[in-house]
């Protein structure tokens, strides 16, 4: 097997497939489908699409297809989850203090913590054809499903490239295409960075882990929005992994896993951590790592 890896969307994204003449060449496209979603989606950027949508919050704003299509996404999975998911979360990820991107977050530029902001609000966006319409004071999100979305999309960009199977890991978040052997899939300790929690086995679809515990920069400050507190979330669980057949799915399972609790294992195929160290299971694994 070969395997490339490369900066995007603030986190590391590794390709992997066959030793086969159109390797490089899928890997370039992956990296041309990475840059170009950055493009449209990063709230970290000014010249962002999604930028341009959330300042022109109150108006009638066109956006391209894509926009559109992970925008419904997000919406459906709102309704889906009776708004754990949430698209509309952006201010409050301001007020905890997620402000700028995670790297820099890390490296001290955290801004100063703010009182909760509303979220909940993604019942009042028009979204038409070719443009939408923001409600004044609202701003959008997009962040995790736009990353699977991605992730999705470019592993097919892969396959059209020549590969007879690619697998695309997005921070963590990963999506398998075409005809794959059985592939080993390490799900990370939330606890312990870079040690391994346990393993499971895929040849397609898609894996997303979600967690309160990877993406914080201070006491409670995480990347994970509770829309009913505006502020942080508090969960029994404090990772989930889950299965589903595309990675935009799997971003929404695993955030929806976090608020459901242990109780998402009878609904999804995931990996449950909790608070109190129990592993839950749902899905076919191998043995705990040592």
Same mark, same amino acid.
Request: charged share 25%.
């Given at each position: 097997?070969?395997?490339?890896?490369?900066?995007?969307?603030?986190?590391?994204?590794?390709?992997?497939?066959?030793?086969?003449?159109?390797?490089?060449?899928?890997?370039?496209? +992956?990296?041309?489908?990475?840059?170009?979603? *950055?493009?449209?989606?990063?709230?970290?950027?000014? *010249?962002?699409?999604?930028?341009?949508?959330?300042? =022109?919050?109150?108006?009638?704003?066109?956006?391209?297809?894509?926009?559109?299509?992970?925008?419904?996404?997000?919406?459906?999975?709102?309704?889906?989850?009776?708004?754990?998911? *949430?698209?509309? +979360?952006?201010?409050?990820?301001?007020?905890?203090?997620?402000?700028?991107?995670? *790297?820099?977050?890390?490296?001290?530029?955290?801004? @100063?913590?703010? /009182?909760?902001?509303?979220?909940?609000?993604?019942?009042?966006?028009? #979204?038409?054809?070719?443009?939408?319409?923001?409600?004044?004071?609202?701003?959008?999100? #997009?962040?995790?499903?736009?990353?699977?979305?991605? @992730?999705?999309? @470019?592993?097919?960009?892969?396959?059209?490239?020549?590969?007879?199977?690619?697998?695309?890991?997005?921070?963590?978040?990963?999506?398998?295409?075409?005809?794959?052997?059985?592939?080993? &899939?390490?799900?990370?300790?939330?606890?312990?960075?870079?040690?391994?929690?346990?393993?499971?086995?895929?040849?397609?679809?898609? #894996?997303?882990?979600?967690?309160?515990?990877?993406?914080?920069?201070?006491?409670?400050?995480?990347? +994970? &929005?509770? /829309?009913?507190?505006?502020?942080?979330?508090?969960?029994?669980?404090?990772?989930?992994?889950?299965?589903?057949?595309?990675?935009?799915?799997?971003?929404?399972?695993?955030?929806?896993?976090?608020?459901?609790? +242990?109780?998402?294992?009878?609904?999804?195929? =995931?990996?449950?951590?909790?608070?109190?160290?129990? &592993?839950?299971?749902?899905?076919?694994?191998?043995?705990?790592? @040592?």
């Amino acid at each position: 097997m070969r395997s490339a890896t490369f900066r995007s969307m603030g986190t590391d994204v590794s390709v992997l497939g066959p030793i086969h003449p159109a390797f490089d060449d899928a890997v370039a496209t +992956v990296r041309r489908r990475f840059a170009a979603e *950055d493009e449209r989606f990063s709230r970290f950027r000014t *010249d962002s699409e999604l930028t341009t949508v959330n300042r =022109a919050a109150g108006t009638r704003t066109p956006v391209s297809d894509g926009f559109g299509d992970v925008l419904a996404a997000a919406l459906e999975a709102a309704r889906a989850t009776e708004g754990a998911f *949430d698209p509309t +979360v952006h201010d409050a990820l301001l007020a905890a203090g997620y402000d700028r991107d995670f *790297d820099e977050l890390l490296a001290g530029a955290r801004g @100063a913590l703010h /009182p909760a902001a509303v979220c909940g609000r993604w019942r009042e966006i028009d #979204l038409r054809p070719g443009a939408l319409i923001l409600p004044a004071g609202v701003h959008l999100d #997009l962040g995790g499903i736009a990353k699977g979305w991605c @992730a999705d999309h @470019a592993s097919a960009d892969a396959l059209a490239a020549g590969l007879p199977w690619v697998l695309v890991n997005a921070g963590g978040d990963l999506r398998i295409t075409g005809d794959a052997p059985s592939l080993d &899939i390490a799900i990370e300790d939330p606890e312990a960075t870079g040690e391994e929690l346990l393993r499971t086995t895929m040849r397609s679809g898609a #894996l997303a882990t979600s967690s309160v515990c990877k993406r914080e920069w201070d006491l409670d400050a995480h990347h +994970v &929005i509770d /829309p009913a507190t505006g502020a942080p979330a508090r969960t029994e669980v404090i990772q989930a992994s889950v299965w589903a057949p595309t990675c935009a799915e799997a971003e929404v399972a695993a955030t929806h896993a976090l608020f459901l609790g +242990v109780d998402a294992s009878r609904r999804y195929p =995931a990996v449950l951590v909790t608070h109190a160290g129990e &592993i839950v299971v749902s899905m076919e694994t191998q043995e705990r790592a @040592a």
